[in-house]
């Protein structure tokens, strides 16, 4: 919790440095440390919230013994609100979506493994197949599990949706060939932490709906040391005010996407579509890694007011940062411009391509829009 201090004093030096003079847009000096320290105060703030025991009971919990079938539901509801549910080591079948409606937590001991039976679909829209819904529900916790596919089907759909749950928390859970690991849907102040999830996107998914860890709406989203790889896009956020921390992204198409998430995605019901209120605005954007994709960081469709500090990139085909204006690479109608976005950049080496309007860059290298234009 007192890394990021140390660590980003140093990178303002070493920033200091690696800018470009003839770069137009380069910070000044001031301005660097300005968003230095916002970026640390900011990550300062997340890990007090995150540290509050927001989930308090004394209840002894309950046990899912190992070879349960379709037995996670009944577990939840034995314990109740504010339960906690322990999954022992093993395998759990489940053959349809489990809905938790209240506060309870699931925690995997090692080796806890849950199979399930969710549909991917290329086809949009897609209706989401969770293995897990968390539905109107607040505070819930979801730790320590291993998600894989019916081996029957051999790819899953969605692994955990969260939809109108503020304070959810997911936890260092494996998500092995889903077409999404994590959804989360109007929900703030979720939590996403250390998770690691494989994608599809090899084996022929290659739609708008394979992504990692999305995050289509809402406050305050924290994605913390995540793993994700071969998604279309390994991170897509919008909503605002959102952190993502020392998370890996890993091939695929693009790494990490900063946009206005799609109405492409169906609730399980059916009847309302996941979709971002907001482009992603105010998002910080610290310490990521993104490595062997054609894009690292992709800033589009309206993305505004957010800071990527210290990111690192590497083997990527085309972009290691796009910041992209006015666009129908999607086709019609175009989409809106990025602005006054802030790109600090480690070192000169970063191919750097941007369109948007006001944005501050520091370090990398940018490219020529006469010679490659936007698009």
């Given amino acids: 919790m007192r890394f990021y201090p140390i660590f980003l004093f140093a990178l303002a030096g070493l920033f200091l440095i690696s800018c470009q003079k003839d770069n137009p847009s380069a910070t000044a000096a001031d301005d660097f440390q300005q968003y230095i320290n916002e970026a640390e105060q900011r990550l300062a703030e997340a890990d007090a919230l995150a540290e509050e025991e927001l989930y308090v009971s004394e209840r002894a919990p309950g046990v899912l013994s190992a070879g349960s079938v379709n037995g996670l539901s009944e577990a939840i509801a034995e314990v109740g609100p504010y339960g906690t549910v322990i999954v022992e080591s093993g395998l759990h079948i489940e053959t349809g979506m489990v ?35 968390i539905d109107h529900a607040k505070q819930v916790q979801v730790e320590g599990l291993t998600f894989v596919p019916d081996p029957a089907i051999g790819q899953g759909g969605t692994g955990i949706l969260i939809s109108y749950s503020d304070h959810a928390l997911i936890r260092d859970n494996e998500f092995s060939e889903y077409l999404q690991a994590v959804v989360v849907h109007k929900s703030n102040q979720v939590r996403l932490y250390y998770n690691r999830a494989k994608g599809l ?136 411009t990025t602005f006054d976005n802030v790109l600090l950049i480690q070192g000169n080496e970063a191919i750097v391509k941007d369109c948007g309007v006001n944005t501050t860059i520091s370090g990398g290298k940018l490219v020529d829009n006469d010679l490659d234009p936007c698009f």
């Fill in 99 to 133: 809905t938790i409606t209240y506060p309870v937590r699931i925690i995997g001991e090692t080796g806890a493994v849950i199979q399930s039976t969710t549909t991917p679909s290329t086809d949009l829209p897609y209706i989401a197949s969770p293995s897990i819904y």
């Fill in 201 to 336: 996107l090899s084996e022929g998914y290659n739609s708008f709906t394979s992504f990692g860890f999305i995050v289509a709406s809402g406050k305050s989203a924290y994605l913390r040391g995540n793993v994700a790889e071969d998604y279309w896009g390994n991170y897509f956020v919008s909503g605002q005010n959102g952190i993502l921390y020392r998370n890996t992204a890993t091939a695929g198409e693009t790494g990490f996407v900063l946009c206005t998430f799609p109405g492409l995605t169906g609730l399980p019901s059916g009847e309302e579509f996941i979709a971002a209120e907001v482009s992603a605005t105010g998002w910080l954007t610290v310490d990521n890694r993104a490595v062997d994709g054609v894009r690292g960081y992709l800033v589009i469709d309206g993305t505004n007011n957010c800071r990527l500090v210290a990111n690192h990139s590497a083997n990527n085909s085309l972009y290691d940062y796009e910041v992209v204006g006015p666009s129908e690479r999607f086709g019609p109608p175009a989409l809106p």
